[in-house]
């Protein structure tokens, strides 16, 4: 080989390979050090390789882990739009199909893709079980008494002390203990709204807070969001100066379903706005912890020092769904929210969330997080693959850089509740999009879970997804 | 002894026994055998003691356990009075002392009397937590994935089996779980009425309850209740005639604070009324496990075929408060209080509702009651005698004939609140009775929590407190 374009043969190499399936989406690369040896070349020629492959948007890398194939044989798919919500809520009658797709919640092999629930399969169960024996020695009484009002202390430390890796410093006195991370949004909510006020809310967006804010009573604001960027600021501050809103409720980072990220910069920003108006941000970063990148993003309440930022999270995604663990840092609307969760339910199960205390502490959590983290990235990777492979031409995707979701934009034509009606009899189950909205829109777009260990079923069902919706085309809505 | 007059006599060395405190109140008599045996007479004359023991008040029967001590060297106390609250709230600021209440849950120790929450002493700790891992074996995932909508199918059907013990054959199918007993009745409120409503509760009503109701935006109708038999009915019907009730939220079996409880034909009334103008009647019958009497008392819902009674219990008092396992048989409203259970929290806590399953499945549940009852009995007796030896001439006590609590009414002259705030720092706390309202009465009132286990400490604190109310007497509010 010519030593001048040696690097650029490596990197052919490999492309032949990605280009030709033998090495898939999702399938780590070579390690630089093995190129070295197989090819006899210094680091940082082999380095060379690897990023002209990374220009090419065939691979990517991956924090601490190594290099890994993006997409095979294929163009790029293209982003879902940003969405454009009208300024009013037009109440439709999506209740029906959360029904569907909530009905067997708890049964895992009966939603594959419908929830954004971890599979078991993914969870440290056996580390919990050994975890929730030395909680019953630890805690007073077991659990088996109530717990203190605010929640357990322990937990609280540590939720304060994982809080300084997005550079939030705050201590167990700011955190509140809740039964999962929406029942932290509906204590902020019944704390800082009343009935007939308006919420601005990320469009589309996950439909348990669009459940609960209805169920509350209050109007929802639904904003144009970028999928890549989140909520549109100038969207927000429109509506803000109108005196239009209330409360904000936002996912900052990977939101749901969209797996938009706020860039830190807009979190400035949106604070910024949100001291200027006086009004409280709920901040719903239940996905905080579940990053691709290099480290935990920064979420609003960083930028906080008024203390209008309710900072709201669990370990419903990442560790223990059933444990009903979440927490709130809810700044000057603390006691408020204290009040709401005492009046509602005296407290929270007090042995889950020493087990939780005990997965923090012994620094298991952060453990289990990195391989979570691998697994739900190397999952975009097959998805986006298999989507590309199977579903109609034209079909976007987004690319998150976190969470637990995929979110899809079929052609315009397609309403994918029709086709969740002949996916269910076979076992396949999705999110479809009107759900995510009260308005009439994303009825072409649908939602799926990233937290499933990938094998053929999972593939298979994918494949038999895709199907439906080219069959579909085919015969009922040729394109024009 | 003269045969004529030996059951006279028997009778006549037990009650000097009684009144010179060598048999204390809650002492355990003994067995009629025993009595026979020393006495050398047959069994039906020992009885006959016993008969004329009971009927002057001076000893009570058991079930299954046989005779008690009732009062030592006194009269009987009087009873509380029948409550007349207005026909319209007024509003007082309650918040402060309750949060004084709440201020130490979860620290048994801090709190003697405040809450009406069980001292761990009493409870099977170590039982349930055998049963803890039991549970992790038996529920798939060890109840790290979500539980299903409507709670742990297991328990639900020990719920339904346990209901027949009141003669009301519900069904798995009827019963939702949730986070304890009150927040059943908070998300039953949610169900059935909406902000401005007003609800008809009795008077006084416990904290919990008037804050999850207020906190909702409702309107509370507190309504005249007799400490033996509940609430006056034609007050109630009165009112309902009126329109002016859009709920009723009741405790048919052991009230708190006042421990009355409804006799069957009572309770048929209250069904055949609400029936009659179609209002809900949310029974929170979260002491009806705990009877003083032979059997499990029967609640609204027994009587009712309409569906407007809504059945909401837990064992939050009984077993396991910090477990937050509670349940619902909601009739017509079940659908809409599953779907608040959604929007708030998804679902309830896994693992600890296996445990409680479990508990129910083997028995282990009654058996542990059984043990209660006999406590809880034994500690109102004690308490009783306790309170009439040290509190002041004329404190009238409620006589429950179960539950967890006793309801003390004090000359008119003293306010409880300044008591309350002489006591703390003696690391003496009760609940005072205007907590138990949102009007100005019961200000010379206060709750006990009766589930301690009966000790010297106990009995002294309860000296000191009587000694605080004297010396309030004596120096401040002298009768006139």
Request: proline share 5%; glycine share 6%.
């Amino acid at each position: 080989m010519k030593k001048g374009f040696i690097y650029k043969r490596i990197a052919e190499i490999l492309e032949h390979q990605i280009l030709g399936n033998t090495l898939q989406a999702g399938d780590k690369l070579p390690s630089l050090r093995t190129i070295c040896r197989e090819y006899g070349v210094s680091q940082n020629t082999a380095l060379k390789a690897y990023y002209l492959l990374e220009s090419k948007m065939l691979i990517e890398t991956r924090p601490q882990s190594g290099y890994y194939v993006r997409y095979s044989n294929k163009h790029l798919p293209g982003k879902p739009s940003v969405s454009q919500p009208l300024d009013v809520a037009s109440f439709t009658g999506q209740e029906e199909i959360v029904a569907t797709v909530y009905e067997h919640l708890g049964e895992e092999s009966k939603h594959p893709f419908a929830l954004a629930e971890p599979s078991l399969a993914l969870l440290p169960v056996a580390k919990l079980n050994k975890a929730l024996v030395l909680a019953t020695r630890s805690l007073h009484g077991s659990g088996v008494a109530y717990d203190k009002m605010e929640g357990n202390e322990r937990l609280r430390r540590q939720i304060a002390r994982w809080s300084y890796a997005m550079e939030c410093s705050l201590s167990h006195e700011d955190i509140i203990t809740t039964s999962g991370c929406l029942n932290a949004v509906s204590y902020c909510l019944m704390s800082v709204t009343k009935k007939g006020d308006t919420v601005a809310m990320e469009s589309p967006v996950s439909f348990g807070m669009l459940q609960i804010a209805s169920a509350l009573g209050l109007k929802i604001l639904e904003l144009p969001t970028d999928p890549d960027f989140g909520v549109d600021i100038n969207a927000l501050e429109k509506a803000l100066k109108k005196g239009a809103v209330n409360a904000c409720l936002l996912i900052s980072n990977f939101s749901n379903p969209l797996g938009s990220y706020m860039p830190d910069e807009h979190k400035k920003d949106i604070v910024k706005l949100i001291q200027r108006y006086n009004i409280p941000l709920i901040e719903n970063d239940i996905n905080g912890d579940v990053y691709f990148g290099t480290s935990r993003p920064k979420s609003c309440k960083t930028f906080d020092d008024s203390g209008l930022v309710l900072w709201c999270g669990s370990v419903s995604k990442t560790l223990a769904p059933g444990y009903r663990v979440g927490w709130v840092a809810a700044g000057r609307f603390k006691e408020a929210v204290q009040r709401n969760k005492l009046y509602h339910t005296i407290s929270t199960t007090s042995i889950t969330q020493e087990v939780i205390a005990h997965f923090l502490e012994t620094g298991r959590y952060e453990n289990h997080l990195k391989k979570l983290r691998q697994t739900l990235h190397t999952n975009l990777l097959k998805y986006t693959a298999a989507i590309m492979e199977y579903f109609p031409t034209g079909t976007r995707i987004s690319n998150p850089k976190g969470g637990f979701v995929i979110w899809l934009e079929l052609p315009p034509n397609i309403d994918t509740r029709i086709i969740l009606k002949r996916s269910l009899p076979l076992g396949i189950n999705f999110a479809p999009g009107n759900i995510f909205t009260l308005q009439s829109q994303f009825h072409n777009c649908l939602r799926l879970n990233l937290a499933l260990p990938w094998n053929e079923s999972i593939e298979g069902n994918l494949r038999l997804l895709g199907s439906l919706f080219n069959d579909y085309i085919k015969k009922v809505a040729p394109s024009p």
